[in-house]
């Protein structure tokens, strides 16, 4: 090898001891050593290095694993080391919030606002208001601002291309290059449920699964693949809709606008709609039912009214189909369900296991793992957040 | 980097430069550097060190890309440097053939037998008889026989356990421990559709696609999934399984013995079998309908019979609800439709594109294109070999 590829090499090693103390640390020496592969005189030369860059330190730890009593030293990162500004869109909604070089979230800023109506430039200058006020905001002991990370419910081409989002009415709008250029920082924007999935799997107890799906159910339906370890991205931005495969040929409308999507029984519109057709309802924005609307209609289903328990055994027979696809197509190890839609997971859950058990001959359908995952808003930032920081090289 | 990671990172760069010489050879070495993006000093001692091993040879090339006349010296595999025995099992039919190092494939040996009947060890017999004749074979003047490939026309457990094949009435029966324990050989297993989309993609335009999906047809309909440039495998062994998604739920009975499923309108049995119902057509063996019978009933259909054409329009439609599915989860760059049904892609496209038009938006659809492969029987041999060699590391 010349100087050049030697060097090359040294940084992934800098970049894997980076990424591993964000997901294990704080650890010692030798366990940092066996999670990386490195030999223990390349692990204590490169952590040196990063110590006296600032980037990690050494902290006090517990007693040792070997039970001697003799306390180790730990290492883990400097959350102040390096900073980014994180972004999140949804529907009517723009959330801003700083993260740190561990991965720590701060205070988020909320703007409330009908995004449907904004022209490119205005998305650009709402974004860009409330990353100036985050930029602002930031502590004077913190490292350098690093990047920012734009996390978007909707397709997304490229890192930088809106394509499609159902809280906007532009479409094909590069939204990463004017805050690239104002900034003067690298800014990459990704579909909000492979930054929930990339959250999720940024656990110790998950980062050994090969393939995991994380559908993501509530207004829309979504999900976010890691496939061979790696976030799958289909190079059009597009791919992962699983919200958008077909469970009934001709049937109800889909907010896509194509007809018996999976959507289109198990999106909170979907179940919303049929309800208030049945079921006397508050008439209210019928598009995006609040939370209380959609708990309120789980309630029912619990307590054993007949149309919103058919309701929710309709939805759970479409999922249960949707995920026999899934399952068919790409066989993960484990299908976690998640989004604000979870909380009538118990109510489908009966209905979608008899689905798969009819789909799917056992060889097929016994090797993957189906299970809910608690729903918290801020796995999408957090996501976005880890994205970005992936990016940092700290070399 | 200590010795041992230098050494780790100098054999990684040999096996680069072998995979390319295997893919695009013969090459320059200016070229063969820029593919595997080494300096010229590094690709001037790996291949210094292949040539004295005997692994790659220099050979005359043509002009110089420059168009300055002086002819360049190329370098390729020399084919005869390594060799490995390449096993395919399909329904009641056995090949074996010799791989050479450069991926090429010596004369194929064919044994006819009901392969239901086999039992585990009677199925590990032939192989072995086949595997011994195919080793006498290998002329004097070869390289080490470095491994043995099977590929096999079911799901595949962990590259050695047979879970499920539609040739065999065994289950869950271990094919390459005893072939391993026999021959004192690496020896791997893997799922045929697998093996073809590997040889499928192993061409140099095709190399740079990403993701890539190779849909089957025949007797069943299988999948081959590249996905981020690697071959897809779920850890069970199963997955990929296209033709075990639905198109109608309650639908026609699909040979896995669920209904509904793709493979029960487009698998050659189901085409076949709704055929018989309807045509006066030999009652022959209608599990595994001939190449004469199916060729017979598209030449029906492409003369403008309505009974044989209403079939190829009905396959046709659901084979594009099932691709609707494949893209929208996966969002392929390319699927290719082969397999020896491909002979029906022309009477099936039509309304298969129809289909898609009324499954999915544009969005979706537009970035995926879908074309035909033509069908030949060794793209899955020269797949397993492929394999098999890509584990050679010549270091």
Chains 1, 2 share one sequence.
Not at 173 to 195: G, K, Q, T, Y
Request: proline share 5%; charged share 20%.
């Amino acid at each position: 090898m010349d100087r050049f590829e030697q060097e090359h090499s040294q940084n992934q090693n800098r970049h894997r001891i980076l990424q591993a103390l964000r997901l294990h640390g704080p650890l010692a020496r030798v366990d940092l050593g066996s999670i990386v592969s490195l030999s223990p005189a390349s692990v204590s030369s490169i952590t040196g290095d990063l110590i006296r860059d600032g980037l990690i330190r050494e902290v006090p730890g517990g007693e040792s694993g070997r039970g001697r009593g003799r306390p180790k030293v730990l290492i883990e990162l400097t959350p102040q080391a390096a900073c980014m500004v994180a972004v999140k869109l949804s529907i009517n909604r723009i959330e801003v919030a700083l993260g740190d070089f561990a991965g720590g979230i701060g205070p988020v800023a909320v703007r409330a606002l009908n995004t449907l109506e904004l022209t490119g430039e205005a998305l650009i200058g709402h974004f860009a208001d409330m990353i100036d006020a985050c930029i602002k905001s930031i502590p004077a002991d913190f490292g350098p601002l690093t990047g920012i990370g734009l996390a978007i419910q909707g397709l997304v081409h490229k890192n930088e291309t809106l394509v499609w989002s159902p809280a906007l009415s532009i479409r094909n709008h590069n939204i990463a290059a004017p805050l690239a250029e104002r900034f003067r920082l690298p800014v990459i924007a990704m579909n909000d449920a492979d930054c929930i999935a990339l959250s999720i799997r940024h656990r110790a107890e998950l980062e050994a699964i090969e393939n995991l799906a994380v559908v993501m159910l509530g207004t829309g339906v979504g999900m976010g693949l890691i496939l061979g370890g790696r976030l799958h991205s289909a190079s059009s931005g597009a791919g992962a809709e699983f919200g958008h495969t077909k469970y009934q040929i001709d049937g109800p409308l889909c907010h896509c606008g194509r007809r018996g999507c999976i959507e289109s029984f198990v999106g909170d519109y979907a179940l919303y709609r049929d309800a208030r057709s049945m079921l006397d309802l508050p008439n209210t924005d019928a598009l995006h039912p609040s939370e209380e609307q959609m708990q309120a209609l789980v309630d029912l289903a619990q307590s054993g009214h007949p149309v919103a328990t058919s309701l929710f055994q309709q939805a759970g027979r479409a999922l249960g189909y949707g995920l026999s696809n899934l399952i068919a197509l790409i066989g993960p190890d484990l299908i976690l369900v998640t989004g604000s839609g979870v909380r009538g997971y118990e109510q489908m859950e009966p209905e979608m296991r008899r689905a798969l058990d009819e789909a799917l001959v056992d060889t097929l359908l016994t090797q993957t793992e189906i299970r809910p995952y608690p729903w918290t808003a801020d796995l999408t930032i957090r996501g976005i957040v880890l994205q970005v920081l992936d990016g940092v090289r700290g070399g």
